[in-house]
């Protein structure tokens, strides 16, 4: 089962209040990723996990903050949601990479679309 | 830092018809090449990778070939049916470390029957 799943589906959200999406894997790979998607722009990296170890991207690194509190699930935290906060947020896996072989596939998730109002 | 550009926003062809998609990418190294597919409602998937030059990825139909000389990995399609209607994301993952992709802007691809 090559299932990455997110909740919900489409989340409402007021300006200043905190925002939690989640996303859950069940293929045990070790590297989750949230990646947010705004209309005409590409994908852009916000952060990702390998095993328990954050890396956040040096642009976005004080306005998202990630939990992982097993190897399936994997959160994104917003602690005060901005209109540009509207966005689809992607949530993608992978499994370790071989060292000396080639990328790994992501598999992603449906998304979570946020809209801040 | 690395790159990906998608020339083209949006494609409308009719069934069969001849598909390129241009995408030219920008990094240091020798990134992996990919090309995501993303169907309504679901997240982007792979549709194929190439890892070194001249390499031909392939799936579906669907083709590209990894030019190092040029920093090309257009997508071609010989004959285009109504369900590859979808958007397409040109991405590379950089040499070291975890796998993150960088993706181009996605091209929209409309195939009218």
């Known amino acids: 089962d090559t299932t990455v799943k997110q909740n919900p589906r489409y989340k409402l959200a007021r300006v200043g209040k905190p925002v939690n999406l989640i996303c859950s894997q069940t293929?045990?790979?070790?590297?989750m990723y949230w990646y947010q998607k705004k209309p005409n722009q590409a994908p852009k990296l916000l952060l990702f996990?390998?095993?328990?170890?954050?890396?956040r991207e040096a642009d976005t690194f004080e306005k998202f903050q990630s939990s992982r509190p097993n190897n399936s699930f994997c959160s994104l935290y917003i602690g005060s949601a901005g209109l540009e906060y509207s966005a689809m947020y992607l949530c993608?896996?992978?499994?370790?990479?071989?060292?000396?072989?080639?990328?790994?596939?992501?598999?992603f998730g449906s998304g979570t679309r946020l809209t801040v109002l | 830092g690395d790159s990906v550009t998608q020339t083209e926003g949006q494609v409308a062809l009719s069934e069969e018809d001849f598909l390129t998609i241009h995408c030219n990418y920008s990094?240091?190294?020798?990134?992996?090449l990919f090309w995501y597919v993303q169907y309504p409602g679901e997240g982007p998937q792979l549709l194929f990778r190439?890892?070194?030059?001249?390499e031909k990825g392939s799936s579906r139909g669907f083709e590209a070939t990894y030019d190092k000389g040029t920093t090309s990995f257009h997508l071609r399609k010989a004959s285009v049916q109504e369900s590859d209607s979808a958007v397409y994301y040109c991405?590379?993952?950089?040499?070291?470390?975890?796998?993150?992709?960088?993706f181009g802007k996605g091209t929209q691809l409309i195939i009218q029957p």
């Open positions: 993608a896996s992978s499994r370790e990479r071989d060292w000396g072989i080639s990328a790994e596939t992501l598999y």
């Open positions: 293929m045990n790979h070790d590297t």
């Open positions: 996990y390998y095993d328990k170890i954050l890396n």
């Open positions: 990094a240091s190294g020798y990134p992996t």
């Open positions: 190439a890892s070194r030059d001249k």
């Open positions: 991405a590379l993952s950089d040499t070291e470390g975890a796998d993150r992709l960088t």
